[in-house]
C-alpha cells in the first residue's frame, strides 16, 4: 500500500517535469520567433533627448509596425468579444476548476507574438503565462494524477521559468498569484514543471542568459538608503497605481470610441512609429534600455520623462488591440523611476533603479515576493534583496489600497469578476455552518 502511494507520487513529479519540458520547448520556439524579428528592425538607443536636425525614421520599422497592425487587428477581431485572453482568464480558470477556452488562448498567443514582433510598447511575461497553461490544459488527458489547478499552475509556471531562465519565482508566483494558495500536494509537482520548463530552456539556449546587466557592488545598508529604499517604493506605488487603472480602464474607453477592432491597432502603430526616431526607447519591450539605465547612461529628465511615456504607450496598445506582457513595461518605467534617483543623489550606483524596477513590477503583478525573485534571477545578483523588499512592500501596498491586487484582478473587476470575493463568500460559509453545528449541539 506504502510503495503504490510512493510510486503514485513519484510518477506525479515525474510527470509534471515532462509537462515542463514540453512547455519549455514551446516557449523557445514562442521566444526565437519574436527574437528573431526584434533583431530586424532593432534601433540605436539614444541616452539624452534627440534634437529634430538627428531626427531618422526607420522604414524597416515602418513595415513591421503597420504590417503588424493590420494583422493584429485580423487575429483580434477573430477573437470573442472580441477580448484578448490572458493571466486572469488562468486564474479564474484555476479557481473554478476550469479548462481554459483553448481556442481563444492560442488565438491571443499568436496575437502576442505579432504585437511583440512588430515593435509595440508591450512585453512577454503575462502571454507566456497563458500561453503555457493553455499548452498544459491541451495535455490534460495525459496528465490525470494531476488535479486540473495543479496542471494550469504548472503551466504558466513552465513557461515563466523557460522565458526568464527563473524557476525559483516562477514556482513561487503560481503559488502566490495563480493557485492564490500553499499547499504541499501542489507545491512539488509545480516546482517540478518550473524546473522542466528551466532545464529545457538551459538546453537550448544555455544557462548564461541575463535579461538585467548589473555591474558594481550595492551601497552598505544604513539609514539613508534605507530612506531611500521608502521613497523609491512610495513612488513606485502611485506610478504604479496610475499604470493598473489606465491598463485596465484603457479598453472599455476605447470600445465606447466605435472603431471597429479591425482598424484600433493601426492607430498606436501610428503613434509609435511618429515618436520612435525622439523615443527609441519606447519601441518594443525595452529591455536594452532598461539596461542603459541601470548602467546610468540617461539623463535626469529624460528618465522620468521615459517613465511616463512607458505606461501611457504600454496602455494604450494594449488598450487599442495590441497585446502582450505588463511584466516588462512595469520594470522599464520602474528601472527608469529609480534611476532618476541613482541620478539625483549622485550615487554612481544603480541600486535604485533595482529597487524601482522590483517595486513597479511586484504592483503590476500583484506578487510582490516572486517580483523580487523573478529580478534577481534575471540579473543572477542577490545582493540588493533586503532593501528590494521594503521597496516592494510599500509600493505594493499603495497600489493595492489605491486600484486593487494587481493589473489581472483590476481587469476582472471591470468584467465583473472578483477572485477575492470568493474567498470572503467561502470564510462566511463556513462561519454560517459553524454557528449551525453549536445550535444543534447546543
Same mark, same amino acid.
Given at each position: 500500500?506504502?510503495?503504490?502511494? =510512493?510510486?503514485?507520487?513519484? %510518477?506525479?513529479?515525474?510527470?509534471?517535469?515532462?509537462?515542463?519540458?514540453?512547455?519549455?520547448?514551446?516557449?523557445?520556439?514562442?521566444?526565437?520567433?519574436?527574437? !528573431?524579428?526584434?533583431?530586424?528592425?532593432?534601433?540605436?538607443?539614444?541616452?539624452?533627448?534627440?534634437?529634430?536636425?538627428?531626427?531618422?525614421?526607420?522604414?524597416? &520599422?515602418?513595415?513591421?509596425?503597420?504590417?503588424?497592425?493590420?494583422?493584429?487587428?485580423?487575429?483580434?477581431?477573430?477573437?470573442?468579444?472580441?477580448?484578448?485572453?490572458?493571466?486572469?482568464? %488562468?486564474?479564474?480558470?484555476?479557481?473554478?476548476?476550469?479548462?481554459?477556452?483553448?481556442?481563444?488562448? !492560442?488565438?491571443?498567443?499568436?496575437?502576442?507574438?505579432?504585437?511583440?514582433?512588430?515593435?509595440?510598447?508591450?512585453?512577454?511575461?503575462?502571454?507566456?503565462?497563458?500561453?503555457?497553461?493553455?499548452?498544459?490544459?491541451?495535455?490534460?488527458?495525459?496528465?490525470?494524477?494531476?488535479?486540473?489547478?495543479?496542471?494550469?499552475?504548472?503551466?504558466?509556471?513552465?513557461?515563466?521559468?523557460? =522565458?526568464?531562465?527563473?524557476?525559483?519565482?516562477?514556482?513561487?508566483?503560481?503559488?502566490?498569484?495563480?493557485?492564490?494558495?500553499?499547499?504541499?500536494?501542489?507545491? %512539488?509537482?509545480?516546482?517540478?514543471?518550473?524546473?522542466?520548463?528551466?532545464?529545457?530552456?538551459?538546453?537550448?539556449?544555455?544557462?548564461?542568459?541575463?535579461?538585467?546587466?548589473?555591474?558594481?557592488?550595492?551601497?552598505?545598508?544604513?539609514?539613508?538608503? =534605507?530612506?531611500?529604499?521608502? &521613497?523609491?517604493?512610495?513612488?513606485?506605488?502611485? /506610478?504604479?497605481? &496610475?499604470?493598473?487603472?489606465?491598463?485596465?480602464?484603457?479598453?472599455?474607453?476605447?470600445?465606447?470610441?466605435? #472603431?471597429?477592432?479591425?482598424?484600433?491597432?493601426? #492607430?498606436?502603430?501610428? #503613434?509609435? !512609429?511618429?515618436?520612435?526616431?525622439?523615443?527609441?526607447?519606447?519601441?518594443?519591450?525595452?529591455?536594452?534600455?532598461?539596461? /542603459?539605465?541601470?548602467?546610468?547612461?540617461?539623463?535626469?529628465?529624460?528618465?522620468?520623462?521615459? @517613465?511616463?511615456?512607458?505606461?501611457?504607450?504600454?496602455?494604450?496598445?494594449?488598450?487599442?488591440?495590441?497585446?502582450?506582457?505588463? /511584466?516588462?513595461?512595469?520594470?522599464?518605467?520602474?528601472?527608469?523611476?529609480?534611476?532618476?534617483?541613482?541620478?539625483? #543623489?549622485?550615487?554612481?550606483?544603480?541600486?535604485?533603479?533595482?529597487?524601482?524596477?522590483?517595486?513597479?513590477?511586484?504592483?503590476?503583478?500583484?506578487?510582490?515576493?516572486?517580483?523580487?525573485?523573478? =529580478?534577481?534571477?534575471?540579473?543572477?545578483?542577490?545582493?540588493?534583496?533586503?532593501?528590494? &523588499?521594503?521597496?516592494?512592500?510599500?509600493?505594493?501596498?499603495?497600489?493595492?489600497?489605491?486600484?486593487?491586487?494587481?493589473?489581472?484582478?483590476?481587469?476582472?473587476?471591470?468584467?465583473?469578476?472578483?477572485?477575492?470575493?470568493?474567498?470572503?463568500?467561502? @470564510?462566511?460559509?463556513?462561519?454560517?455552518?459553524?454557528?449551525?453545528?453549536?445550535?444543534?449541539?447546543?
Amino acid at each position: 500500500m506504502y510503495l503504490k502511494e =510512493l510510486f503514485t507520487q513519484i %510518477l506525479r513529479l515525474f510527470l509534471a517535469l515532462a509537462l515542463g519540458n514540453i512547455i519549455g520547448f514551446a516557449t523557445f520556439a514562442f521566444y526565437s520567433i519574436v527574437s !528573431f524579428a526584434l533583431d530586424i528592425w532593432k534601433l540605436d538607443i539614444a541616452t539624452d533627448f534627440v534634437s529634430f536636425s538627428d531626427v531618422e525614421y526607420s522604414p524597416i &520599422l515602418a513595415i513591421f509596425l503597420f504590417v503588424g497592425s493590420i494583422i493584429a487587428g485580423l487575429i483580434f477581431n477573430l477573437l470573442e468579444g472580441p477580448r484578448s485572453h490572458g493571466p486572469a482568464d %488562468l486564474m479564474v480558470c484555476i479557481r473554478n476548476e476550469d479548462s481554459p477556452n483553448l481556442k481563444a488562448g !492560442f488565438i491571443t498567443s499568436c496575437l502576442t507574438m505579432v504585437s511583440v514582433s512588430s515593435g509595440s510598447s508591450v512585453g512577454m511575461f503575462g502571454p507566456i503565462i497563458h500561453y503555457g497553461g493553455c499548452i498544459a490544459a491541451s495535455l490534460e488527458r495525459f496528465f490525470k494524477l494531476l488535479s486540473r489547478g495543479v496542471v494550469l499552475a504548472a503551466g504558466g509556471a513552465a513557461g515563466i521559468a523557460a =522565458l526568464f531562465s527563473a524557476p525559483i519565482a516562477a514556482s513561487i508566483f503560481a503559488h502566490e498569484m495563480l493557485l492564490r494558495r500553499f499547499r504541499a500536494n501542489e507545491s %512539488l509537482p509545480v516546482v517540478m514543471a518550473a524546473l522542466g520548463g528551466y532545464f529545457a530552456a538551459v538546453m537550448l539556449l544555455g544557462d548564461n542568459r541575463r535579461f538585467l546587466s548589473i555591474v558594481g557592488d550595492p551601497p552598505p545598508l544604513d539609514p539613508t538608503s =534605507l530612506g531611500l529604499a521608502i &521613497l523609491v517604493g512610495i513612488f513606485s506605488g502611485l /506610478l504604479s497605481s &496610475l499604470y493598473v487603472y489606465l491598463i485596465g480602464s484603457g479598453p472599455g474607453w476605447v470600445k465606447k470610441t466605435n #472603431i471597429s477592432p479591425i482598424f484600433r491597432p493601426i #492607430i498606436p502603430a501610428t #503613434i509609435l !512609429f511618429i515618436i520612435s526616431p525622439f523615443f527609441p526607447q519606447l519601441i518594443g519591450p525595452g529591455m536594452p534600455a532598461v539596461n /542603459l539605465a541601470l548602467a546610468g547612461e540617461f539623463t535626469f529628465l529624460l528618465l522620468l520623462t521615459l @517613465a511616463f511615456l512607458k505606461i501611457i504607450a504600454t496602455a494604450m496598445c494594449r488598450s487599442f488591440g495590441f497585446h502582450g506582457g505588463i /511584466l516588462l513595461p512595469a520594470c522599464f518605467f520602474g528601472a527608469m523611476l529609480g534611476s532618476a534617483f541613482d541620478v539625483a #543623489i549622485g550615487s554612481g550606483s544603480h541600486l535604485y533603479a533595482i529597487l524601482g524596477a522590483a517595486a513597479c513590477t511586484g504592483s503590476a503583478i500583484g506578487a510582490p515576493i516572486a517580483a523580487v525573485v523573478i =529580478l534577481f534571477e534575471m540579473s543572477g545578483d542577490y545582493r540588493f534583496i533586503v532593501l528590494a &523588499l521594503v521597496s516592494v512592500s510599500l509600493s505594493c501596498q499603495i497600489s493595492r489600497t489605491l486600484v486593487g491586487r494587481s493589473t489581472w484582478d483590476f481587469g476582472l473587476r471591470m468584467r465583473g469578476i472578483s477572485l477575492d470575493d470568493d474567498s470572503e463568500r467561502q @470564510a462566511k460559509l463556513k462561519t454560517i455552518i459553524r454557528k449551525k453545528s453549536q445550535v444543534k449541539k447546543t
